[in-house]
């Protein structure tokens, strides 16, 4: 996407953007232990059959990819009431530095370490992240937040325009004012990669996919959380880091999204799994057991599965751990259709504990 510009007309839509409910973003203190992960998986149970696996991923600010992967075999649109419903609110950090934003692209995932202020817990907020589709890559590499636009309009690049008309788009315009239907959303917050912004979406549901054409998109309510917090100048990193390692109360944990197409490489996807292992040891000097356990490693690697998985000596499986939840009510209802643009959505009636 190119350049927004900020428009002061449309202050009335700014303004009920900020006074919107604030985000369920996921904020954590960072371990101080030697460990490199946050959170802990959950389980609900739906009292609502008119909820979604979106409308649940969304509410625990989970994207579409992790969300689904956590639940194979859930219908998406009809999970159906009583259903037992995995909440993969569990991360593996991304590898240090953990300064300012990490994207870790094949992870879906934003990363933001503030720096904390004195006689605080220094802490990671992180967010779910549609990312781009295919030949549109965002680069990879290091920059930094360059500016910051409240209520951007959108002249639609000639290129971009030109992929609507021959799929078919022949409607699509030319220019988005600002408002909840701007694809650019209602906040955006430019990087020094050019036409790259983190930026809000009128088409939420997206997130966690392949949408953008370069852009990391936020939900609505995800953009007006990070936005106050981030300041211009703020560094960038975006990773292309599909496995990681990580390790908690002495146990080891693999997560490991599916490559990204747009960014090839020599090695394998195993030997990326290897690699992540090997740099992990590395950084975390006696955090992995001896015998390494390499089978375990490329197994897990090998499933592609985003949620962390225990893997070395007697390490318990996924899903006997996920079995031994108790599971807790969710009755929020859902969001409708009335929150797919891009405003934060109104607030909603929370009925159960989550």
């Keep these: 996407m190119r350049l927004p ?17 604030a985000t369920r973003a996921a904020t954590f203190a960072l371990p101080t ?16 059959p008119r909820n979604t696996l979106l409308d649940i991923g969304r509410h625990f600010d989970l994207g579409y990819n992790e969300i689904t992967a956590a639940n194979p075999g859930v219908s998406v649109w009809m999970p159906g009431a009583g259903t037992r419903i995995v909440v993969p609110t569990e991360f593996i950090l991304p590898p240090k530095p953990w300064v300012g934003i990490v994207v870790d692209v094949p992870q879906r995932r934003l990363y933001y370490f503030p720096t904390p202020r004195p006689g605080e817990p220094a802490r990671v907020i992180t967010f779910p992240v549609g990312i781009a ?8 590499g290091s920059t930094r937040i360059i500016a910051k636009y409240k209520d951007p309009s959108w002249i639609v690049p000639k290129d971009i325009l030109q992929e609507h008309h021959q799929e078919g788009d022949a409607r699509f315009p030319s220019y988005f ?16 990669f050019p036409a790259i912004f983190i930026h809000g979406t009128n088409r939420p549901w997206g997130v966690g996919m392949e949408v953008s054409h370069g852009c990391v998109h936020l939900y609505p309510e995800d953009a007006a959380d990070l936005f106050p917090r981030l300041p211009v100048g703020t560094p960038v990193r975006v990773i292309n880091q599909p496995v990681l390692v990580g390790s908690r109360g002495g146990a080891l944990y693999v997560s490991a999204a599916p490559p990204v197409a747009d960014y090839p490489t020599q090695e394998s996807y195993l030997t990326q799994a290897v690699a992540a292992l090997t740099r992990f040891r590395k950084d975390h000097p006696g955090a992995v057991p001896d015998p390494v356990p390499w089978k375990a490693l490329l197994a897990a690697a090998n499933a ?5 998985v225990p893997i070395g000596p007697g390490a318990a499986g996924i899903e006997q751990r996920i079995a ?23 607030p909603r009636s929370v009925t159960s504990a989550d």
Excluded at 6 to 20: D, E, P
Excluded at 133 to 138: F, I, K, L, Q, S
Excluded at 324 to 343: C, S, T
């Design 133 to 140: 589709r295919p030949g549109w890559p965002t680069p990879l």
């Design 33 to 48: 232990d030697g460990s490199n992960m946050v959170g802990e998986i959950r389980v609900v149970t739906l009292a609502d």
């Design 5 to 21: 510009k900020s428009t002061a007309a449309a202050a009335l839509l700014w303004l009920a953007a900020a006074l919107a409910p």
């Design 324 to 346: 031994d939840l108790a599971p807790a009510p969710y009755a929020v209802p859902p969001y409708g259709i009335d929150a797919n643009n891009a405003a934060a959505p109104t």
């Design 177 to 192: 004012p600002p408002g909840p239907g701007n694809p650019m959303g209602m906040l955006a917050m430019q990087t020094g």
């Design 304 to 308: 592609h599965r985003i949620i962390p």
